[in-house]
């Protein structure tokens, strides 16, 4: 199956701070979600971004899918951004899961 | 829309017994997953239905795991003779899969401790 990989594994940052998450995967894909799941285990879906780039708020993302690979950029950071940050794709030519990563655990701290 | 609704919330039950749990998804989704989560991994897929078929099952999925959708609305995930190696969050997801884009919604979970 596919193979994704996320870094960093854990990440604190000071209140106000920017970061960069990555994640690489294995194969071809034609669906790419990023979600943040808080702490009471709610995955909450932030984007769905196979290709491209989109913003929203302090939130942007970019995938390049011929170099497979994908970002989540997180500007002026807030407590409320803490909690597990997890990439998710769908491999071109299956019509089927969501292969999620190994998420990147952030804590934002005052 | 009130989005994908699970219940019950948190289960505790003793070895052996059987658990239910019930997702009802957004209601124009024709798609339905459920995913098992572990404590510090990330959610692990265990079956898939679109409407009321179930296209793809997991090996995750033992003998002692089923799941039904009947006419294509709930879903119904039952585990019997529990372990203490299910105890997880079960987490279900519906989409409408359109113009090629598949964008899953989860629901809050269902956390399972066998005891």
């Known amino acids: 199956g596919i193979q994704v990989e996320q870094s960093p594994p854990d990440l604190i940052l000071q209140e106000g701070a920017n970061s960069t998450l990555r994640c690489n995967f294995s194969?071809?894909?034609?669906?790419l979600q990023w979600f943040h799941q808080n702490p009471w285990g709610q995955l909450i879906n932030l984007f769905y971004i196979p290709s491209g780039t989109k913003q929203n708020g302090r939130l942007s993302a970019t995938t390049v899918a011929t170099e497979r690979y994908s970002l989540l950029y997180i500007s002026s950071s807030q407590t409320t951004d803490s909690g597990v940050y997890f990439c998710a794709v769908e491999r071109t030519g299956t019509a089927s899961k969501l292969t999620f990563g190994t998420g990147t655990r952030l804590q934002v701290t005052l | 829309d009130t989005g994908v609704s699970q219940n019950p919330r948190h289960k505790i039950t003793k070895r052996g017994q059987n658990v239910t749990f019930r997702c009802d998804p957004i209601s124009e989704h024709n798609r339905l997953y459920w995913y098992r989560q572990t404590l510090g991994q990330g959610p692990e897929f265990l079956t898939y239905?679109?409407?009321?078929?179930?296209?793809?099952k997991s090996r995750l999925l033992s003998d002692r795991f089923s799941a039904e959708r009947p006419k294509g609305s709930f879903s119904t995930l039952e585990i019997q003779r529990t372990e203490q190696g299910d105890s997880a969050m079960y987490l279900c997801?519906?989409?409408?899969?359109?113009?090629?884009?598949?964008?899953?919604?989860f629901g809050a979970g269902s956390r399972l401790t066998v005891l």
């Open positions: 239905f679109q409407n009321e078929a179930q296209l793809e």
């Open positions: 194969d071809s894909v034609n669906n």
């Open positions: 997801a519906s989409s409408q899969r359109s113009s090629g884009a598949n964008v899953l919604t």
